[in-house]
């Protein structure tokens, strides 16, 4: 079912020292036209490996609640979904759950600032890139390609539709997903 509004739910372990947060949401499908672009949002906001995404900058960086708060899309043949999270310190669930919401909220209320998108899109082609060398992820993809339906292409027109990617596109994106 789909799922409106938000809803949060509270797992009251006292014997815990960390509190293990995950928001869930929606997501494109993998043979999506939006997917490929997904990844560079996912990049700024959690998904970016060195890069200072937006969650580490602020919830590990400026308020030194965790070590690695993150974020990722994925999806299997039927669905695609979201996740956003971080295990924080007991004390500090509201605030960090209330800076992730804003964090995920900023997406697409504010249009990402050029350096930004062109550091995340560059790490994204690079890696892509990388990646080509590895014959299981190259086998993967192929298979990919008929079990999920997507174009023959797809893995072919990658990097341009990565390049493709503008601070409108991010925006889109996060309010749709």
Do not use: C
Not at 34 to 39: A, E, K, M, Q, Y
Not at 118 to 131: D, E, P, T
Request: charge should be neutral; glycine fraction near 6%; hydrophobic fraction near 35%.
């Amino acid at each position: 079912p789909v799922a409106t509004g938000r809803r949060i739910i509270l797992v009251d372990r006292p014997v815990s020292v960390q509190s293990s947060i995950r928001v869930l949401g929606k997501g494109p499908l993998l043979r999506d036209s939006d997917r490929p672009l997904s990844s560079i949002l996912n990049s700024i906001l959690g998904g970016g490996t060195g890069l200072g995404n937006r969650l580490a900058a602020n919830l590990r960086e400026t308020h030194a609640w965790t070590y690695s708060p993150y974020s990722y899309f994925d999806a299997n043949y039927y669905k695609g979904y979201f996740v956003a999270a971080a295990d924080v310190r007991n004390e500090v669930t509201d605030s960090a759950l209330t800076e992730l919401f804003s964090e995920i909220e900023r997406m697409g209320s504010e249009p990402v600032a050029p350096d930004e998108l062109k550091r995340n899109k560059q790490s994204a082609i690079g890696n892509y890139l990388m990646s080509v060398s590895n014959p299981t992820t190259t086998a993967v993809r192929v298979q990919s390609i008929d079990f999920y339906g997507l174009p023959k292409d797809y893995y072919q027109k990658l990097v341009a539709d990565y390049e493709s990617v503008t601070p409108d596109v991010v925006q889109r994106l996060a309010k749709i997903y």
